[in-house]
């Protein structure tokens, strides 16, 4: 197939029709009202399932239901919407049922506004809903990507019998670029063995998620766990790196801040500077492994995010704050812009030159901002 | 599946438990009416032949265990959520029949926004709901349907309206809705009222197989436990203090 020039809203929307989606509940909320308004007429063309619920709330319920019978079945939203569905989030995890879920990250806490930013990263990865559980979360940084990411969400969440983000800031969704799509894959008409069709001929099934015993449902959060633990060691987690195996200072960015920061990259290469770029692109499963076998070579990374430091943490876990990394992030919504990083590497390598003044610095911007930055 | 009752050749079965209601135990209250509204779906879906393609929304309250109580596929909502739920299910499922059993905590608090919008939609639901004016479940507090004056937990002074307002009246409220098919109220503190609220049940559900868009039933229920009263008191309370307030008929009958 040839590419085409598409929004990332719609690329999403077709590839989760591509992808077998049976059925798409949804609610508008800039930056992605466009996969809600391409879903209601592509659904409809395709004898398919659509329905605009009357807020993010039903509208995740109508997931978990339509889920709960073995269908394939996503909705999206941007952060505000995201808050509104964790308490399905939690509920469909707890009750090992598959859906896809498309967050456009929009600026934030509170109404924010509807530039892109990543500030949803903590509650995707840690705080999806209450309790111990979390989605795998997969972060495309291109419409072509966000094609391929919103295919392999389907295949993942139905997979492991769990919920799967395809996350992404406001201006993926927004943007048009070039992109392929595959051929079309027939929806699945079999249900899987857990799935409520209806006890024909069978013992009656129940999906639920609660377990009144304090046994029972340790019992259940263990199996939780260590699914959660499979998909870790699964070869799940996914990353990209340019020109790590030689630099010094790693760059470690995903989405847009990974684009901008892979220009910034190549800027400071023109100028000499050994820098690299590590993307993640699954955000959980975060690439910790590689990402920590890049320490051995690197001496410094510094952290690119939309948001106040949210990676930042984990990919402090990650290396075991085996080297020092720093932090550079915008908020609001504001997009960072490659001078900005290169001017923040330029004033780390000037500082690793001198390490007193490094030392005080650190310190002085530990009180300004509150980030906490390691010693060398 | 329920095992079929022994009988001799001379005798005739003429009662056993519905293939609809599992074998085993409830938790409910010594005349807690849940127990008779299990029976009566039940016996209507088997009546019907509806068991093996019905799917059930349980909802939070205290049927919070319907799933182990009816012998159909079942699911469990967030607190007010079913409607949601069920309206995924049968989008995707329209073949199967799909209905939710709610409280009036469930449905009328936490879930109007849910069941309003359901109906409005005129999804091709059923939906069961027991309004015993009060949040059972989690202690006996106020709810949107407590009667003016009714001491509960929350309200201990007795529900006061300058402060919290009047009883909402679901059935009426959804019969206005065009999506609506049918809407009523029925009463289950006697046996003829009861055998009208089968009645009543079984038409909700023959609405649905007939598509013709959302069904509900509201049926006033007792809680002894958290009226403090006895059964026999609180069936009494029903007729002679919930009535006036929720009268009994139907609101919304289609052709």
Redesign the interface.
Known sequence: MSKKLMKGNVAIAEAAVIAGC??Y?GYPITPQTELLEYMAQRMIELDR?F?Q???E???I?????????G?R?MTSSSSPGISLMQ??FS?IVA?DVPAVIVDVMRGGPGLGNIQPSQGDYNQITKSAGHGDFHPIALAPASVQESIDLTILAFDLAEKYRTLVFVVVDGAIGQMMEPAELPPMREVKKERPDWA??????R????????FMGASELELMNQELQTKLAYIQSNNEARYEEYLTDDADLILVAFGTAARVAQTAMQHLRREGLKVGLFRPITLWPFPSQRLSQLTHTANTLLVVEMNAGQMLYDVRAAIHDRIPVHFYGRMGGVIPMPNEIEKKVHELMRLAENTDELKEHQLSIKAQNGHEFLRM | MNPTPMIAPNELLVYARPQSLSDCYTHYCPGCTHGVAHRLVAEVLDELNLRERTILVASVGCSVFAYNYFNVDACEAPHGRAPAMATGIKRVNPHNIVFTYQGDGDLASIGMGEVMHAAARGENITIIFLNNATYGMTGGQMAPTSLVGQKTSSSPLGRDAAMTGYPLHMAELLSGLAGTAYSVRRSLHDARHTLQAKKAIRTAFEMQLQGKGFSVVELLSSCPTNWGMTPDQSLTWIKEQMIPVYPLGDFKVSE
């Not at chain 1, 409520?196 to 001929?201: F, S």
């Not at chain 1, 013992?203 to 609660?210: A, C, P, T």
């Open positions: 049976e059925a509940f399932v329905l619920a009357e807020s709330v039903a509208a319920n109508m997931v978990y239901g339509a889920a709960a019978t269908a079945v308490e399905g509920y009750s409520l069709t209806g006890a024909v001929g013992e009656k099934r129940v999906i639920s998620s609660l």
